[in-house]
């Protein structure tokens, strides 16, 4: 059993680790400034003996004693990423040297929520880790993806000078229950439209395409990459499996049985047109792939946001 520390633990991702490293009997500390996430999220853990919530911004140095720490404390959407550009650097870039510090002062093993924005608008596909990516140092998502190359560049070389045990997982779109309903990713915007009857906004003519990867199989392979031993990535961790937005739109106004329209407005600048990892290493050295096929994930998604809606 180990001592864990959760940045980010009452968001989308990090609740659902908790929740799977709480059941799996792990002494984990959930690790929040609440600014994406939220207690509602990890509220059916508050009564586990092996769980604790710490509010704090990652920004601001700490100590605790733990011997895994998983860097998660980001916001993810765009919309909510770029409501504060600056900070949304902060988090990334002072989060990660905060956390690193900490992983070496305690001797911690620590992975980082890296993301498939360190490849930009790729232009080699799908994408592989090899990579290096094509990204805009200077538009409106280059707080997201230059803070998460500068976390990564932090992680190598905090392991190159000071030897500490790193793991660095590139994740690709992830969706699935307690995505946040109001931050505006792909996923959540078109199935809470469709229950809704409201028009699905697709930005652009939806030829740009994702790969959705559902929560469940993106927490298994975060597990996997943290009890490996001797591997630090990075390595991509996605589903395949690729989609127009389009495409993604159709499935879920039929997977609702709703009768929204499909309407297109105004692309965001530097929208990446097309994303898919490939997911080789993953395979090979974690022996890890995604089992949730889009239709399913979907799915179970739709009944948590009915769940969600009906409460609201
Ligand atoms: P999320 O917004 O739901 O979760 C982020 C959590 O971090 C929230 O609970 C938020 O309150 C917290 N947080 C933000 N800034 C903080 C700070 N300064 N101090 C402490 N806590 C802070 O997003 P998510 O989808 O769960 O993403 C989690 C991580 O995974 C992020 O690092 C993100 O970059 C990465 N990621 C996610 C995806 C995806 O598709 N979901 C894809 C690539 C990478
Ligand atoms: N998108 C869309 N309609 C929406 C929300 C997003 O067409 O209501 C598009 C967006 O422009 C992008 C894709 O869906 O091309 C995925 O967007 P998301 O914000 O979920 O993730 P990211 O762009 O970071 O991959």
Redesign the pocket.
């Known amino acids: 059993m180990h001592r864990i520390l959760v940045t980010g633990g009452a968001g989308f991702l990090g609740s659902h680790l908790c929740e799977r490293l709480v059941y799996d009997g792990h002494d984990v500390i959930c690790l929040d400034n609440y600014f994406t996430g939220c207690k509602k999220n990890i509220e059916h853990l508050m009564d586990s003996h092996n769980f604790e919530l710490l509010r704090h911004d990652i920004t601001i140095p700490i100590f605790v004693e733990v011997d895994r720490i998983y860097n998660f404390a980001c916001p993810?959407?765009?919309?909510h990423y770029q409501f504060n550009a600056v900070k949304t650097i902060k988090t990334s870039v002072m989060g990660a040297i905060n956390c690193l510090g900490l992983a070496k002062r305690v001797k911690a093993r620590i992975l980082q929520a890296s993301t498939?924005?360190i490849y930009g608008d790729p232009t080699i596909h799908p994408q592989k880790e090899s990579y290096w990516g094509n990204v805009n140092p200077i538009g409106v998502?280059s707080c997201y993806d230059e803070g998460k190359r500068v976390a990564e560049t932090l992680f190598f070389d905090y392991h190159r000078m000071n030897d500490v045990d790193i793991r660095v997982m590139r994740i690709f779109?992830t969706y699935g229950p307690r995505m946040n309903p109001h931050d505006?990713?792909?996923?959540s915007?078109?199935i809470v439209?469709a229950l809704k009857g409201k028009n699905?906004?697709?930005?652009?003519d939806?030829s740009?395409t994702?790969s959705f990867c559902y929560v469940d199989d993106l927490i298994d392979a975060a597990i996997s990459l943290m009890n490996k031993d001797s591997f630090t990535g990075p390595v991509n961790i996605g589903n395949p499996r690729e989609s127009t937005?389009r495409e993604?739109?159709e499935i879920i106004i039929e997977l609702t049985g709703s009768g929204s329209k499909i309407i297109c407005s105004k692309?965001?600048s530097d929208?990446?047109k097309q994303?898919q990892p490939d997911i080789s290493l993953a395979r090979s050295a974690l022996q890890w792939k995604p089992h949730t096929v889009l239709e399913d994930g979907l799915q179970k998604t739709i009944e948590y946001f009915k769940r969600y809606l009906q409460r609201e």
């Open positions: 993810a959407s765009p919309v498939s924005e998502r779109n505006g990713r792909v996923v915007n078109f439209q699905i906004t697709i930005y652009g939806g740009q994702r937005i993604l739109a692309l965001p929208d990446p994303r």
